[in-house]
């Protein structure tokens, strides 16, 4: 349940409408009380508030209830228009950014939700002076000065995102609240879920089919382990989050808890464990480590492109991504064996997140589109610099050192100029001084 909620939350904050409809909805609810309080209060605060008349109010509320639509329309304009931009120049992935962003959300709702006020007063108004819902009209104005303030922090907004390196900073913050979410710090991070010891796995087992076609978005973990300990079975996915399945080929394999072939599982059992399995049409950042990391990639290796020739920028995002893994590096990686509540092993990760594999994710494409630009070799190297007294394990050593060694090796052949050559030389042999001293 915890997963479908998960799903479902997703799916809300990466569509454009969700916010903008809550808005309209609470517009309906403040008209709908205000038009309540103007029918208890009007005759006491009749005297206090000055709205020119029936004609007046009309005119304000029709006027109010025309510009707010024509504003939405431009904000619409205006959005698409920078998400073109940013889709040409950083990637159409860099849309969902565009999409989640809560301030464009708003911006849309602010002005639906001001015409839908203004609709519903305007419909309470009459030529009878003491029938004006003063206090509703004096709201829309109130209400009007809100929506115009919050043009302004929209158009400000658009004009600093769509600048490549607020951009690169706003995905950046995607990597890192990508994650403190997968990744806690070892302080804080649970090891209930981790087995006691492993188990050994005979026979081929029972393979369970994927329900749908599609990006692996979420597992239910919770689900599966209570699925385990009820029907006593081990279950073992070879597909991480992120990863692309087609319906009807093996998304896991079961066995029972002794770690024998588990044959004899009924078609509900099997349903229920691909159930498990959430699919969709995209990949999200709930559990895929590598999604956000990758749009930030995809950033610096179009940046990088002959098209656009932009190698500052991918200097920054190999910071970014720099910064990132220094994070991971001291985080505690999700157990590859997981257990229930009697500490027995129930659900085995065949293909786990390591430190080494994000590493390559982070700076393969990058190192591979360099070409001739000396300043990403050196910025790639700086970042791995950084990234050494970092490290808080032996094994996260030599996945450092083999970047190192591929981005020297690159350089080598790009790179026309000796003198280019030996300052990227330089930076590879610090790096390699610092994980030496480490051994």
């Not at 990466?14 to 809550?22: R, S």
């Not at 860099?94 to 001001?114: P, Y």
């Not at 070879?238 to 024998?260: C, Y």
């Amino acid at each position: 349940m915890h997963t479908w909620w998960q799903s479902l939350h997703e799916r809300l904050r990466a569509g454009f409408w969700f916010v903008p409809l809550g808005m309209c909805l609470a517009a309906a609810v403040l008209a709908t009380l205000t038009l309540w309080l103007d029918d208890r209060y009007d005759g006491t605060l009749g005297g206090l508030l000055t709205t020119g008349g029936p004609v007046g109010a009309q005119n304000v509320l029709t006027t109010v209830a025309a510009s707010m639509v024509a504003v939405a329309a431009t904000v619409l304009s205006v959005t698409i228009v920078a998400m073109q931009l940013a889709s040409t120049q950083f990637g159409p992935r860099i849309l969902t950014n565009f999409v989640r962003d809560r301030v464009n959300q708003a911006a849309m709702g602010s002005f639906v939700a001001v015409f839908v006020y203004a609709v519903l007063v305007l419909r309470r108004t009459s030529d009878s002076p003491e029938d004006l819902p003063r206090i509703s009209v004096m709201v829309t104005i109130a209400l009007t000065f809100a929506a115009v303030v919050m043009l302004i922090v929209f158009v400000h907004h658009i004009a600093t995102t769509i600048q490549a390196m607020n951009l690169v900073g706003l995905i950046a913050r995607d990597v890192g609240r990508t994650m403190d979410s997968l990744f806690p710090d070892p302080a804080e991070a649970d090891d209930v879920r981790r087995a006691d010891s492993d188990v050994e796995l005979q026979g081929e087992g029972t393979s369970i089919m994927a329900a749908s076609t599609g990006y692996l978005q979420l597992i239910d973990l919770e689900e599966l382990v209570e699925l385990c300990e009820e029907q006593d079975l081990v279950i073992r996915f070879d597909h991480r989050p992120g990863k692309f399945l087609v319906g009807r080929t093996p998304v896991a394999t079961a066995w029972t808890g002794d770690g024998t072939a588990a044959a004899d599982l009924s078609r509900e059992t099997c349903e229920k464990i691909a159930d498990g399995f959430v699919t969709g049409p995209r990949r999200t950042h709930d559990q895929d480590a590598e999604f956000p990391v990758k749009q930030l990639v995809e950033v610096a290796v179009r940046s990088l492109s002959p098209a656009i020739n932009d190698p500052i920028t991918a200097c920054a995002c190999t910071d970014h991504l720099g910064a990132a893994l220094c994070r991971l590096a001291e985080r505690s990686l999700p157990p590859t064996v997981l257990a229930g509540p009697g500490g027995r092993p129930r659900l085995i990760h065949g293909d786990p997140v390591t430190f080494g594999m994000m590493v390559g994710v982070c700076f393969d494409a990058i190192r591979q589109s360099a070409d001739f630009h000396v300043v990403v070799y050196v910025h790639l190297l700086e970042s791995l610099e950084r990234l050494v007294p970092c490290l808080t394990h032996e094994d996260q050593r030599e996945p450092v050192r083999r970047q190192a060694d591929l981005v020297l090796e690159r350089a080598e052949v790009a790179i026309a100029q000796e003198a280019d050559r030996e300052v990227v030389r330089r930076r590879h042999a610090r790096v390699t001084e610092l994980l030496d001293r480490l051994d």
